[in-house]
T-cell receptor
């Protein structure tokens, strides 16, 4: 499974756009990139998933360059409630896939 | 969307005892997994719960310590046996096969275990 590297922590003010970048240099051809959000004392919550280029949903955007060796999660206009740990995961999808969690990025949003 | 529940949500146990954690999904799922998250740490996969057969354990986890059952497509249990304070963690189940992009894994709320 491809290993991921992301910043340990980030700080932002409310209303700003936050971009969290994840490196996955040895991503395989059949690997997808998935981001999860975890609040304290809760299970991780799926945010977004992509394979290449750009994916956008109601929560976030995911930018993936052509070489797929990195990806950027973009959170528009964050609020205090976006304070959480964000995990970037890389791996094949499918019913037998196992997720390997890295250290995650702890995002702290303040006023 | 499907609901994943875990029981108990939290427990405080004495060392040497065992605790069984239940994971229930309100619809049939393809795969179920069990993870451990130690305080301040990331998630570590314990095992894949296979329906009708023995679970598949990851390196460092053994069946005698973490016996797992999965009698059907909506339910699984994880037992933490002969507990020690080092077993204090959050235990989470996850499932695939729900509606969503490309077999995404969805997580339960977790069970917070404290061993004294």
């Amino acid at each position: 499974l491809a290993k991921t590297t992301q910043p340990i922590s980030m700080d932002s003010y409310e209303g700003q756009e936050v971009n969290i970048t994840c490196s996955h240099n040895n991503i395989a051809t059949n690997d997808y990139i998935t981001w999860y959000q975890q609040f304290p004392s809760q299970g991780p919550r799926f945010i977004i998933q992509g394979y290449k280029t750009k994916v956008t949903n109601e929560v976030a955007s995911l930018f993936i360059p052509a070489d797929r060796k990195s990806s950027t999660l973009s959170l528009p206009r964050v609020s205090l409630s976006d304070t959480a740990v964000y995990y970037c995961l890389v791996g094949p999808t499918g019913t037998a896939s196992k997720l390997t969690f890295g250290t995650g990025t702890r995002l702290q949003v303040t006023l | 969307s499907a609901v994943i529940s875990q029981k108990p949500s939290r427990d405080i146990c004495q060392r040497g005892t065992s605790l069984t954690i239940q994971c229930q999904v309100d619809s049939q799922v393809t795969m179920m997994f069990w993870y451990r998250q130690q305080p301040g740490q990331s998630l570590t996969l314990i095992a894949t719960a296979n329906q009708g057969s023995e679970a598949t354990y990851e390196s460092g986890f053994v069946i005698d310590k973490f016996p797992i059952s999965r009698p059907n497509l909506t339910f699984s249990t994880l037992t933490v046996s002969n507990m020690s304070p080092e077993d204090s963690s959050i235990y989470l189940c996850s499932v695939t096969g729900l509606a969503g992009p490309t077999d995404t894994q969805y997580f339960g709320p977790g069970t917070r275990l404290t061993v004294l």
